[in-house]
């Protein structure tokens, strides 16, 4: 391993700014490799006796020092490729640099670099010091203003934050336009974006009666594709004024989509840059899956305006106060708009088959981290997943009015600020009169909560007594762990079905607080409880439900979410014994319940496409050690084949039954192509009624992406002959349309093949593959990582080896892409101990490599310490 890599940083060595500033003035001469920043900034002492300024800086070349109008000399300051460092300074002063970029070659996509010919920025985290010398940390804020020069024929719109306030020809034909932004703000918020675009314009009332402009920024000819992300920006605003009561504050709000973008999206105040999956969408070529997700991007930028711009981080350790908060945000927003259910069912996944795998491996961290090496590793879904997790449990503790008081109370004192999220649990703490001070710990201690139940009934005493422990296993990030307060939300069911109204409610939330704890209840008969309804807590749950409590409780269940968790209980307790070679067969249980489930008309379609879907291979990794994933595999399909040959005639009824009609985007038609897909690919998957023959025939039939990519799926686990015809007409159809194309890419790369390999070589030669742009490489290697696990986990070490031949290849290109796609690479603790070896033998050769990025360096240097 390279030692020359930087160090970690911690959160106890917080120190406030000695300097901080008023106004920065940029201007920017956009000149292709050489193009020029001036940056003009008022700073002031700080902290008294400080004399020392240290900015940050690091690709580019500094040309000129001037303090308050005095060019300095090269002894006058110190430089490295990191740093320029000043001292000996006045209590007051302005000082301007001037340095020359290249966004031409910055592959890295950080700070300004061009996509598909348009100049954008990305600055979070620490990207502005690529773009010009500055304290590049978040509790540093100041007063932009953005003069940007550039050919106009060239590029039509010259955006910055803020407001434009003016524009002018210069002499040499060029023009200047120029931005002010009047709310304070740290660097990590700038943006500048330069290029030719169509524009969608729209408006937005305000509810204090205020018209603010809305501007969305497409690559021309894709206008037709930007309107479902406009309704989505205006139901976004309005929901936020209902719900939260905070309103927009600039006159104008603009977003741009780009093709090269390392993430979804970026908050920049008022002008947010999006990755241009995150905004394009019509029929023919996105899935309501893309819409869905569409909506609650734009929504979770939208809404950072208030939690995370107006509020900010006080430093990097911080980043859940914001994300969080606003992932908790977002996800009420989709939640309210859609199904919560269905909605709720999703955001579980996302904890159980990434974040709890994250507290299990070498990168495991409490949601707000006490070290890091480099802070994109820690743009996580244990920062964000569960640190929204965490404010939906204050949430449920707090109430909805006590809630919002809360957040009232944090804006009024923290707007404009850099704070922490101490100051925002002493908000929710001061505006509801709880203590909240064991709560807290969640912010500290990392890994999964296990609570285990027990019950106990005394038919003497009438009383039901339940047991909870608690248990936090050591991770490799930290030893000790201490209880937590953790909310255990429960209903009570009698053994005929009816809820069961125990002294406190038929349903109840146990507040367990200590290592283990009673709660005794009056009850006159024996009664089944339904445990952790909605996932009221992050935690892994350990009670094994008899069948006969699963097959009453799931049809008397009024809850939809906990009726699809229960059925995923019957799943994975029979999933569990085949894996460990313990099943010796199904309990009729598992037919009769879904049979009756696909009879109730009045189920939501979605929920049942949901209930249909059987537990995934990362989810139920996480009940083993040292495990052979093929066993899971197989054991998933077994299941699969086992369902139809069960259940076969009615789920044919049913698919049948929602069989498309003419395409509409509303809630009910989502759900009918959800159940049609889901209940299509597991009958094709047995081939029952030979439906594999027919899906060429839905294919050229079907009128919107939604179904088509369910029938290619479905194609692509029954015929394989099949599955080739359709991708090659997919491919004549849609070659050259960058975003459709990532779908296909994709389903290429999940195919369950040993061809898979060439395959993935031919891939990289097709025209619409480009290792520069992050969505390809996902599409491709990402997707055959996270999704083709036979393959992915051969016995031979082939699917390794493939993925950390491109990360080889990517660390070059990308270092944040690379070590986003080396994630399951670095979580393979619970693999058997074959597979293991395989994996770290790539992740000692990554580590050897001349170059290696800081952002591998910290998870692979982890991964071979653990
Ligand atoms: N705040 C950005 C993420 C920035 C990631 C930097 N590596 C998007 C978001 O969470 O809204
Ligand atoms: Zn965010």
């Known amino acids: 391993m390279k030692t020359e890599h930087a160090s970690a940083q911690y959160l106890k060595d917080y120190k406030k700014p000695e300097f901080l500033v008023q106004n920065v003035v940029l201007t920017f001469y956009l000149d292709g490799e050489n193009t020029k920043v001036i940056n003009?900034?008022?700073?002031?002492?700080?902290?008294?006796?400080?004399?020392?300024?240290?900015?940050?800086?690091?690709?580019?070349?500094?040309?000129?020092?001037?303090?308050?109008?005095?060019?300095?000399?090269?002894?006058?300051?110190?430089?490295?490729?990191?740093?320029?460092?000043?001292?000996?300074?006045?209590?007051?002063?302005?000082?301007?640099?001037?340095?020359?970029?290249?966004?031409?070659?910055?592959?890295?996509?950080?700070?300004?670099?061009?996509?598909?010919?348009?100049?954008?920025?990305?600055?979070?985290?620490?990207?502005?010091?690529?773009?010009?010398?500055?304290?590049?940390?978040?509790?540093?804020?100041?007063?932009?203003t953005t003069h940007i020069i550039a050919d106009k024929s060239m590029y039509p719109h010259l955006l910055s934050n803020g407001n434009k306030v003016a524009e002018e020809t210069l002499p040499s034909g060029l023009t200047k336009v120029t931005w002010v932004d009047p709310f304070k703000k740290p660097?990590?918020?700038?943006?500048?974006?330069?290029?030719?675009?169509?524009?969608?314009?729209?408006?937005?009332?305000?509810?204090?009666?205020?018209?603010?402009?809305?501007?969305?920024?497409?690559?021309?000819?894709?206008?037709?594709?930007?309107?479902?992300?406009?309704?989505?920006?205006?139901?976004?605003?309005?929901?936020?004024?209902?719900?939260?009561?905070?309103?927009?504050?600039?006159?104008?709000?603009?977003?741009?989509?780009?093709?090269?973008?390392?993430?979804?999206?970026?908050e920049n105040k008022g002008l947010n840059v999006f990755n241009s999956k995150c905004v394009l969408a019509?029929?023919?070529?996105?899935?309501?899956?893309?819409?869905?997700?569409?909506?609650?991007?734009?929504?979770?930028?939208?809404?950072?305006?208030?939690?995370?711009?107006?509020?900010?981080?006080?430093?990097?350790?911080?980043?859940?106060?914001?994300?969080?908060?606003?992932?908790?945000?977002?996800?009420?927003?989709?939640?309210?708009?859609?199904?919560?259910?269905?909605?709720?069912?999703?955001?579980?996944?996302?904890?159980?088959?990434?974040?709890?795998?994250?507290?299990?491996?070498?990168?495991?961290?409490?949601i707000r981290p006490d070290a890091v090496i480099e802070m994109n590793n820690f743009y996580t879904v244990t920062v964000y997943d569960k640190g929204a997790e965490v404010i939906r449990m204050l949430h449920s503790i707090l109430g909805e009015d006590k809630f919002q008081q809360g957040m009232a109370l944090y804006f009024e004192r923290f707007d404009g600020q850099a704070v922490t999220c101490d100051d925002f649990v002493d908000a929710m703490q001061d505006a509801s009169g709880l203590d909240l001070s064991q709560f807290r710990l969640w912010y500290s201690q990392s890994g999964t909560p296990v609570v285990s139940v027990s019950s106990e009934y005394n038919q003497v005493a009438q009383t039901l007594t339940l047991t909870l422990q608690q248990m936090t296993h050591a991770t490799f990030d930290q030893v000790d762990k201490a209880p937590l307060h953790i909310p255990v939300k429960i209903a009570f069911y009698y053994q005929d079905g009816q809820p069961a109204e125990l002294t406190g409610g038929a349903e109840q939330v146990l507040n367990l607080t200590q290592a283990e704890q009673s709660f005794t209840f009056a009850c006159k008969q024996p009664v089944y409880f339904s445990l952790l309804r909605d996932f009221s807590a992050p935690v892994k749950l350990n009670y094994q439900y008899s069948d006969a409590e699963l097959s009453c409780l799931i049809p008397a269940e009024t809850s939809d979410y906990a009726k699809w968790e229960l059925m995923q209980n019957l799943y994975i307790k029979y999933l569990c014994q085949d894996v460990k070679g313990e099943l010796t067969e199904y309990p009729v249980e598992i037919a009769q319940v879904l049979r009756a489930l696909l009879a109730d008309e009045s189920l939501d379609k979605a929920l049942l496409a949901e209930i249909l879907t059987v537990p995934s291979f990362s989810s139920l990794l996480e009940y083993f050690e040292q495990v052979n994933p093929q066993k899971i595999i197989r054991a998933r399909q077994s299941l699969q084949v086992y369902l139809v040959d069960q259940i076969g005639d009615s789920l044919y009824?049913?698919?049948?039954?929602?069989?498309?009609?003419?395409y509409q985007y509303n809630a009910s038609e989502i759900a009918r192509r959800s159940l049609w897909g889901a209940s299509l690919k597991l009958l094709a998957m047995a081939n029952y009624a030979d439906i594999g023959e027919q899906l060429g025939e839905f294919y050229q039939g079907a009128d919107n992406m939604t179904d088509r990519l369910s029938i290619l799926q479905a194609a692509g686990v029954s015929d394989k002959n099949v599955f080739k015809q359709l991708m090659d007409d997919f491919d004549q159809s849609w070659r050259g349309?960058?975003?459709?194309?990532?779908?296909?890419?994709?389903?290429?790369?999940?195919?369950?093949?040993?061809?898979?390999?060439?395959?993935?070589?031919?891939?990289?030669?097709?025209?619409?593959?480009?290792?520069?742009?992050?969505?390809?490489?996902?599409?491709?290697?990402?997707?055959?990582?996270?999704?083709?696990?036979?393959?992915?986990?051969?016995?031979?070490?082939?699917?390794?080896?493939?993925?950390?031949?491109?990360?080889?290849?990517?660390?070059?290109?990308?270092?944040?892409?690379?070590?986003?796609?080396?994630?399951?690479?670095?979580?393979?603790?619970?693999?058997?101990?074959?597979?293991?070896?395989?994996?770290?033998?790539?992740?000692?050769?990554?580590?050897?490599?001349?170059?290696?990025?800081?952002?591998?360096?910290?998870?692979?240097?982890?991964?071979?310490?653990?």
């Open 187 to 266: 660097c990590y918020l700038f943006a500048l974006v330069a290029g030719d675009f169509d524009v969608l314009q729209d408006s937005f009332n305000s509810r204090s009666g205020r018209n603010i402009q809305l501007e969305l920024f497409v690559d021309k000819g894709n206008l037709g594709r930007a309107e479902h992300a406009m309704a989505s920006l205006k139901a976004a605003m309005a929901w936020d004024e209902q719900r939260f009561s905070l309103e927009y504050d600039l006159d104008i709000y603009m977003i741009v989509a780009v093709d090269f973008f390392n993430m979804g999206a970026m």
């Open 282 to 366: 019509d029929r023919e070529s996105a899935t309501d899956a893309d819409y869905l997700s569409i909506e609650s991007i734009v929504g979770h930028e939208y809404f950072h305006n208030w939690t995370g711009n107006r509020v900010t981080c006080r430093d990097w350790f911080q980043l859940s106060l914001k994300e969080g908060l606003t992932v908790f945000r977002d996800q009420e927003f989709s939640m309210d708009l859609g199904s919560r259910a269905v909605n709720r069912i999703q955001q579980v996944r996302i904890m159980r088959e990434h974040q709890f795998a994250e507290d299990a491996s070498p990168m495991s961290h409490p």
């Open 653 to 662: 009824r049913v698919w049948q039954q929602a069989t498309p009609t003419d």
């Open 40 to 144: 003009t900034t008022e700073y002031y002492r700080a902290e008294a006796g400080a004399n020392k300024l240290v900015l940050n800086g690091e690709h580019q070349q500094l040309e000129r020092v001037e303090l308050d109008g005095r060019q300095l000399t090269a002894s006058e300051y110190q430089i490295t490729n990191e740093t320029l460092t000043l001292t000996d300074l006045p209590e007051q002063f302005v000082l301007t640099t001037e340095s020359l970029i290249d966004p031409v070659n910055n592959t890295a996509l950080e700070g300004l670099y061009l996509s598909g010919g348009a100049y954008c920025t990305q600055c979070e985290a620490q990207g502005f010091r690529r773009i010009t010398y500055f304290q590049d940390r978040p509790d540093v804020l100041g007063a932009f």
């Open 737 to 866: 349309d960058s975003l459709v194309m990532d779908k296909w890419f994709a389903l290429q790369a999940k195919q369950d093949t040993d061809e898979i390999f060439t395959n993935i070589e031919k891939l990289q030669s097709h025209p619409d593959f480009n290792w520069n742009n992050p969505n390809k490489v996902r599409a491709l290697f990402g997707q055959f990582a996270m999704f083709n696990h036979a393959q992915f986990h051969r016995s031979d070490g082939r699917g390794y080896q493939l993925v950390s031949r491109a990360i080889e290849k990517l660390n070059a290109i990308n270092p944040q892409v690379a070590a986003r796609m080396i994630t399951p690479l670095i979580q393979y603790h619970k693999l058997d101990l074959g597979r293991q070896t395989l994996i770290k033998s790539e992740l000692q050769r990554l580590s050897a490599l001349d170059g290696l990025s800081s952002d591998l360096y910290e998870k692979i240097s982890k991964s071979l310490a653990s």
